[in-house]
């Protein structure tokens, strides 16, 4: 699972702050621009950007791609698109807890049918 880290050095926003604007809706740069100012321009925004809003579930590394044609295709809870995708599924590698992190992300997915 993904730890912490800065991404946009320029502007010191991190990984974190990136994810809870996906789980707001945001799934392009451009809104990732608006609700956490990272500037698109240092090597973190480069490299990264385009792959965290590509990916769902660390854990099970299913993409939004992969969650977004579940829901097409009729997963309309975040148990169904677990069922279908896996996301959602993993557990926490030191705990062996149920992780669950990306639920909040599945749900907005749902909500929002992107
Ligand atoms: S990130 Fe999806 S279950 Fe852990």
Do not use: F, H, W
Request: hydrophobic content about 35%; aromatic content about 0%.
């Amino acid at each position: 699972m993904a730890k912490n880290k800065v991404i946009c050095n320029k502007n010191d926003v991190d990984y974190l702050t990136i994810r809870k604007a996906m789980t707001s809706g945001a799934r392009t740069i451009d809104e990732l621009v608006e609700l956490t100012g990272v500037c698109t321009e240092c090597e973190g925004c480069k490299r990264e950007l385009e792959a965290i809003l590509s990916s769902v579930c660390g854990c099970k590394k299913v993409s939004l791609e992969a969650v977004v044609n579940a829901v097409k295709n009729g997963a309309d809870t975040v148990e169904k698109v677990g069922e279908v995708t896996g996301a959602g599924t993993g557990v926490d590698e030191v705990t062996g807890e149920p992780c669950g992190k990306c639920k909040g992300l599945i749900q907005n997915i749902i909500d929002q049918g992107r």
